[in-house]
């Protein structure tokens, strides 16, 4: 008779209580961080000893050799609701938890323009989420990512992830990123390594990068008035891609930057730390 292996999923860096003996099966231990684990967040599993396939909230997975074992980069969705949420590694099958995180909401009062694009602009607007739609599906599967992500710049953020925004009293949405306070021509760098996608003016996003960091992972730039690199040019961490700006959809320079994973997006700051907590 086959014995099922016992899966479990404990947080970064507390130990397994008890120990196996030579005659039961190895235990399959997979950390995670952050602790607690909430809607919105980047997910880092690492296993010290599973490799290969797994899935998480639907989406397909890869555990892959690191300094540490064996890991995956992951997200939860910011609609996601609090609860326990399977993660499948091969034949095993564990609860994840999730909690629920409460973003703040905030009233602007902008000019029309920022919020309702006139009809000559329609087609770009059009052409331009074609392009942004190409983009975000033909990530390769494999990871070009390596490590720890690092800060865009070296500047405080002004405007968190998850804020919940009406503007004009009517329109509604979720800031999708954090908003970096820089001056106009502040120094833009890569947060990882990868292969530049976008490189270019668009209406909403003004100077607009585009970073694929492999297995469906992206990281995004905007509003910048300067461009040092092309679509298709591969980057490593911290190289300078761009010059911050004020060009877009926007009322004063700053650095919008935002990260993308399997059509989720997730809170940066948390990103900033897995490694480093």
């Avoid at 290969?52 to 555990?63: C, D, H, N, T």
């Avoid at 990281?219 to 910048?224: A, E, F, Q, S």
């Avoid at 060009?247 to 935002?258: D, E, K, N, Q």
Wanted: proline share 8%.
């Amino acid at each position: 008779m086959m014995t099922r292996r016992c899966a479990l999923l404990l947080p970064l860096g507390v130990p397994l209580c008890g120990q196996s003996s030579a005659h039961e099966p190895a235990q399959l231990v997979v950390h995670w961080l952050p602790q607690p684990l909430f809607n919105g967040a980047p997910v880092l599993f690492r296993s010290k000893v599973y490799s290969g396939a797994a899935v998480w909230l639907g989406r397909k997975l890869e555990f892959r050799p690191d300094a540490d074992g064996f890991s995956a980069l992951a997200g939860v969705d910011v609609t996601c609701t609090p609860g326990n949420y399977p993660l499948a590694l091969g034949s095993e099958t564990v609860e994840v938890p999730v909690v629920e995180r409460s973003y703040p909401s905030s009233t602007i009062t902008v000019p029309p323009r920022f919020v309702e694009p006139p009809s000559s602009v329609r087609a770009r607007i059009a052409r331009e989420s074609a392009i942004k739609r190409k983009v975000f599906a033909s990530s390769p599967p494999e990871r070009r990512w390596r490590g720890a992500f690092a800060a865009p710049a070296d500047t405080h953020y002004t405007s968190s992830f998850g804020v919940r925004r009406t503007y004009n009293g009517k329109t509604q949405s979720v800031h999708q990123g954090l908003d970096y306070s820089a001056a106009l021509g502040t120094e833009i760098r890569a947060a990882n390594s990868g292969r530049v996608a976008v490189a270019q003016n668009m209406y909403f996003e003004g100077g607009f990068v585009v970073i694929d960091h492999g297995e469906s992972i992206f990281t995004l730039y905007m509003h910048l008035s300067e461009f040092l690199v092309r679509a298709g040019d591969a980057v490593q961490t911290g190289e300078p891609i761009a010059k911050s700006g004020a060009s877009g959809r926007v009322t004063g320079p700053h650095l919008h930057f935002a990260v993308r994973w399997q059509g989720a997006y997730l809170e940066p700051a948390t990103l900033l730390t897995l490694w480093v907590a």
